[in-house]
């Protein structure tokens, strides 16, 4: 089992440019999260997919869309990107995230991104 | 509203040594607690969690927490720490929003071993 698996691992981009980060898990989790870590801020939830087919704002969506894919992937889309979103971009699932609070969430190794 | 403090941002222990790092949170339920350990460059593993049961908590590589409700504290202890155990360790409080439980992260505790 690869766990759960970003890309790419780095990325530069400019003001105003659009990408997407992959993220993918073959944990058959049904729960996927997207999180940003900035210096003494820790890690703030972006969006977060309970299941299948469904996806919720977090505690900093602004600037971001996302998609799941299918129960294996949760992309993560910055139409535009700007320097605040100079960060690294993690990556997490869990077994089923509704509801289960004692469930462990699986983070992948973070894709580090730089707006310029 | 919930929230985790973690008032050290950098602590320096050497190796053999024991180490405590404090994490207090804020939540108006019967919170559900974790430590997470990322070391350099990686990802995020749980060393710990808390939610119910005996207060104390024993995770992998030889640390554990002690929950206290009275002070909302839920600190990481390990009695001798090793040079690989330098790495940024986060406290964070399990909480339900709308559809799913979610994690609200401390801002991180760095540890650096001496030899």
């Not at chain 1, 971001?64 to 997490?92: D, G, H, I």
Request: proline share 4%; hydrophobic share 35%; charged share 15%.
């Amino acid at each position: 089992n690869a766990g759960v698996t970003q890309t790419p691992k780095f990325q530069v981009l400019k003001t105003g440019q659009s990408m997407t980060l992959q993220c993918a898990q073959d944990m058959n989790h049904n729960s996927m999260y997207w999180y940003r870590q900035d210096p003494g801020m820790g890690l703030r939830l972006i969006y977060y997919s309970a299941s299948e087919g469904t996806t919720d704002k977090g505690e900093v969506p602004n600037g971001y869309n996302v998609s799941r894919l299918n129960k294996r992937e949760f992309s993560l889309r910055l139409e535009s990107a700007a320097p605040s979103q100079t960060s690294v971009y993690f990556c997490a699932s869990s077994v089923t995230g509704t509801g289960a609070f004692q469930e462990t969430q699986y983070f992948g190794p973070g894709t580090r991104l730089l707006v310029l | 509203a919930q929230s985790v403090t973690q008032p050290d941002i950098h602590i320096t222990v050497s190796e053999g040594a024991s180490l405590e790092l404090r994490c207090n949170y804020s939540y108006g339920a019967t919170p559900y607690l974790f430590w997470y350990v990322q070391s350099p460059g990686q990802g995020l593993q749980l060393l710990l969690k808390y939610f119910s049961g005996d207060t104390l908590v024993q995770g992998i590589k030889g640390f554990e927490a002690e929950f206290k409700r009275s002070q909302s504290s839920f600190n990481l202890r390990k009695p001798s720490v090793h040079w690989s155990d330098a790495a940024e360790y986060f406290c964070a409080v399990g909480a339900y929003q709308t559809g799913a439980n979610n994690l609200f992260f401390g801002t991180g505790t760095r540890l650096t071993v001496i030899p």
